[in-house]
Structure formats: C-alpha cells, structure tokens
C-alpha cells in the first residue's frame, strides 16, 4: 500500500534563484546556529552576572541570579550540525550553553586607564569558553574566540561593559558537575595588569552547569564494548579460471554476528570518522578476504554490490584491517547515506561496518553479488562472460521497547526532584518524534491525534515495583503544560477516555502554561504507591506539522513538609509531536539539498522533485527509500536545479 503525502506548504518547498554553498560530501544534517540552552533550546532564560562597582564603598561586586536554576551543557541532537565555515563552529561535537551572561549591574566608570576584567582562577578539566555570541546588538557580532584559557588563551579577558553572553562547552564531559571560578577587577586597560589598581576592590564569582558525562570509546569488533574481540567472518573471495567460476564462500563456524550498540555513558569521538557509529547498533566481524591467489582480467576489478538490504541497514567502507595505511576513511558505501550501490574491493582482508540506528526486527540480512567491472566505472558489460557470485549476510540486533514515556524522581526523599526516566532517548534533543495521525471519529475527530503511553513509575510490588527512581509513597505526579511550538494558531488539546470535551488545551506561542494533568492514580492519599498509568488519554493537535512541547513534573501532593509536596519540580523537558507528514526544512549544501522531516517506523520515505507544478507534474525520484524510525531525519538530493525545483516528500507502507 502506498500513501502519497503532499501537502503544498509543509510538504512542498520551492528553490528558485538561491545561493548555494559546498558542504561536506556525505552530510545529511540540518545546519542550525547555537541556541541559549545549547542543544536547540531558544527558550531557555538568559542568567546574568550582573557586575557594578560601587565606589563610596570602593566595592567590586558580581551577582549572579539564581532564580533560574543551574545551566546544562547540552550537544547538538543527531542529524543536526554548526556551519563549519561559522565561527560558531567551535562548538561542533560538544555539549555547549550561552545562558550565562556578564551585565551592567549598574551605571559606573573605570578608573582612568582602566578597564574592567575578568580572570579565571580556576575551571573544570575540559570546560572551554568562547567570546560570543555576545548579545543581538553586537555589531560586528562576537568572533568565538577562545578566552580564558582556552587552547592557550590568556586567563584574563576584558569585559566591553554591555551585556556578553559566552559559550561554555565541553567535548567529552566525565563528570556530570562543571564549576568555574572567576575574579573580576580593574586592570590596565592594555594589558590587564592590576598593579596600578590593587587598591580597587575586587570580586569573584563561581559559575556551575550540570552535564551529561560520556566516556570516549573505540569501536569494537563485536559492537558495543566488547574488549575481547569476537571471532573474524571471512567471506572468502577467489576465481577460478579453468572453471570460469567466482566463488565467495561464507565461513559458517562462527556463527551470526550481532549489532550492538555503545551502553549509555558511551561515545565515540565527534571528530573521528567512525563517529558516523554513535548513536548506532554495529559490527564489523564480517571481512571480505582474499580466499587464493588470482588476478581480475586486464581493465577490471573486484566489485561489490548491493543486491538487497533491510531497512535502515548501513554500510561503511572501515575499519579494514590494522595494517591499512592509510586507513580506511569509513565513507558511506553500498548504497548507504546515497552513495553508489557498487563498491571496489582492494583485495585485502576488509572488515566494514554495519550500522543501526532504530531497528524494527531482530534479524537482518543483506544480499550481496561479487563480480568482476571495469576497474573505474564498475561497468560489468565488457566482463559479462565472466561468471561472478552472490552471497548473504546476516546479524541479529535488540529490537529497541515500543515508546514508553516514564515519571519519577531523583530520590524518594524529600525535597529530591522529579524527572522525566527516560528521557535521554526521548525528549527533543535526541530527535525523537512522536507521531500523530488525522483521525475521522472519536471527539478529535479531523484533528491529528494519538495516544502516548507514559507511567509513574510503581514504587510497591503491587503495582511491579519498586521501579528505580520511582518517587515516594504519598506523592501525585502531574504534568504540567509549560510551551508549545508549531504552526502559527494552532493547538494541543488532551482527552480523558469517555469525554467529549478535551481536559486541557494549549495554544501554540504559550510559553509560559499552569495547566496540568494527574499522572499517578493514588490520588495523593498519604502512604499510596505514586504510580499511575491511565488508559485512554488521548492528545490531539489541530493542523499538520512539527510541534515542541515544553512540561515539567509537579508533585500535587500535601505528604511533604509543612503540609507542602513532598518533591520539588522538574526541570523543563522538551518533547516533539508530528502530525501528519511535515518536510519540516529544506537546507542548500553544495549543489545539494537535504529535506528534514519526521520518519515514522513501519514507513518507507522517498524524495521527490519536479521542475513546475500542476495536473501534470512529474515527480522524479532523487533520494530513498529510507526506513522510517520516528525521529527527525533526512533525504538528500544530490544534484538540486540550479534554478528552481518543487520537493515532496512522500510515505509508503511497505
């Protein structure tokens, strides 16, 4: 069954006169500029320090405002990158946040032939600083670079009196708690000696984030972190000539490789090229080896390709073998990321990757074909009397949970915050969508709605538990709707099962919601289990497109201190919502163009183009299909017109 989703706005995306730019050659990621909260959260509230020197007190002073809480460094999510020709760049790979920010507490001068300066005494291994972006009004704009100590920059750095949002970011983070501690003083306004001012007071200030620590890993064999490498999988490749026959014979003793992916806390490094691996399932036992001694014909070569694939299966032209050198570069290959579905063997032992983001089957298999080509173009037509041979390869691969959004806390002790569980594979910054189909019955009908699954973890075995981070007996967690982005005046709306009015409603702009629903079914009597699975609920939005739902958790229950909640709130997580199939951005790289849209498991997904619109169009085909596995991701086409192009992207159930 095929489903053709063409919507002309979200779904269509017109190209006309635009200048393009070159880009990396397999990058399917949509460029995006750093955001207050890092990651790609712009809601985020700016923290100032706010500095001011009061002189009839000879009192330096630098208050940071912590009503906001602490910042969190956060990485950019997959399929999201910095422009690397931006000065912004800097921050590629890393957990970043612009929240804090030096400001005038105050109307006050320095002394003649001062400035005021800022030192840093002392930083978390690893955190790094950056001058920008500054504030909006900059002009020319802050130039990213690194200060205070970062890669060899002096320790010192001269405030320019206004408003001055840094970048604090750290690469791989070890710890989950970054401080750093500041002076700020009056210094020579060359050079930021002190001398001729040490009789000014001076102040200091600690600025703390929190992070989640990675630790940084190399891939392994047998996926994962697997230290004791699994047995090599020759596909031995020979040819025997008397017999005209190519032979590529599958060693069976070993057993079906699996994939499988880094444990949590894992990465591997941003800036090596088997980073294309994070996030994945992968193995690298199978090896193509050479199984005798023969030589292709005159003008050709040993090729592969790629007969048949399941869904979402990729293919990288790395490891090789540890005696490549150089090595191998772990390219895209066999139709991976659209890159050819043929391949050149350089008729060494070569181990390749294979790669899963979201698997939907706990076996996968893939045909392959080994034959002699052109030695250039992998043309068989000139070699088609030469015999040549197919073989399958198959791994098994842990089908990820069906979406399941999960509540609790910190700590069962009071005073301990709530917190969305899992919300690491989740929340909006992992890329995750959770989609919404235009329904014909019920009370939404005609909206898009679905249900979300979510519980409050079981803190008694009654219920299943107790459950790690389950909150405490005699709390009641709640949902609270805090902001909605999306098409501009359109709307959440969420129903209890058996209502035919909607319990809440959340207008698209709101940024700043009260409203709630119950999560645990105790009701909040004390001593009662916090957990809560209420069947039915239903939420619904009222026009197609990309929306980001902003909540926290709230303890409504009276069982704390001074007849208060027993935990404190959340923090403010982000979660996005599709309705319908939205090509929710269309990016120039090179002479390429990459749509972004919200995949769906289950679904099939093609990027189509035509040169004008009408009755009549024809669509040509440019990139898939590719395996929906509901998150954000990307179609690429290669060769975008120069002049104008209409796209849709389009759904098939395979």
Known sequence: MKTNLNCPFPCLCLLAGMAV??????????????????????????????????????????????????????????????????????LSGKAYSLQYAWNPGGVFSPPAGAAVWIECLSASPGLENYDGPGNKMENPPRPYTPILGTDGSPHIWKWYGRMAHNAFAVRHPTTNLLTAQYRVYFGDEVTGARDAYASYDDATVTLTWTVDPVIVAAPSRGGGMDTNPPPMIH?????????????????????????????????????SNYSVLNGKAYNYQYAWNPGGVFSPPAGAAVWIERLAFPPGLENYDGPGNKMENPPRPWTPILGTAGSPAIWKWYGRMAHNAYAILNPTTNVLTADFRVYFGDEITGARDAFANYDDATVTLTWTVDVPQPLLLQFGATGATPAAPLCFANASGLVASSGTV???????????????????PMTALPATPEHGGPVANHAALGACLAMQFVSLDGPAGAGLRVWEAGEAQPRLRLPVGEVAGVNYLHLSEGGGVPGSDPYGSIPGRHFSVDQRGLYRLGFRLLDTSTNGPAGGAIHAPSELY?????????????????????????GEAGTNFYLERTAALGADALWQRVAGPLSGMNRLQTLRDPAAPASQGFYRVRASVP
């Open 21 to 90: 730019f070159a880009s990396d050659a397999f990058s399917q990621d949509t460029l995006v500029r750093p955001a207050r909260g890092g990651g790609l959260d712009t809601n985020a509230p700016m923290i100032h320090i706010d500095v001011f020197y009061d002189d009839a007190a000879n009192q330096m002073q630098a208050t940071l405002d912590t009503k906001y809480g602490v910042p969190k460094l956060v990485p950019l999510p997959p399929g999201y990158a910095f422009d690397a020709r931006s000065n912004y760049s800097v």
């Open 235 to 271: 596909v031995d490749i020979s040819y025997d000539y008397a017999a005209n026959q190519m032979q590529a014979t599958l060693d069976t003793t070993h057993g079906v490789p699996k994939l499988v992916p880094l444990p949590a806390g894992y990465t591997f490094d941003t800036r």
């Open 434 to 452: 959770v989609n919404l189909h235009q329904t014909n019955g019920a009370p939404w009908a005609l909206d898009y709605a679905g249900s979300i």
């Open 574 to 598: 982000y979660v996005y919502l599709q309705a319908g199939l939205t090509l929710t951005a269309l990016t120039s790289e090179g002479a390429a163009m990459t749509a972004t849209f919200g």
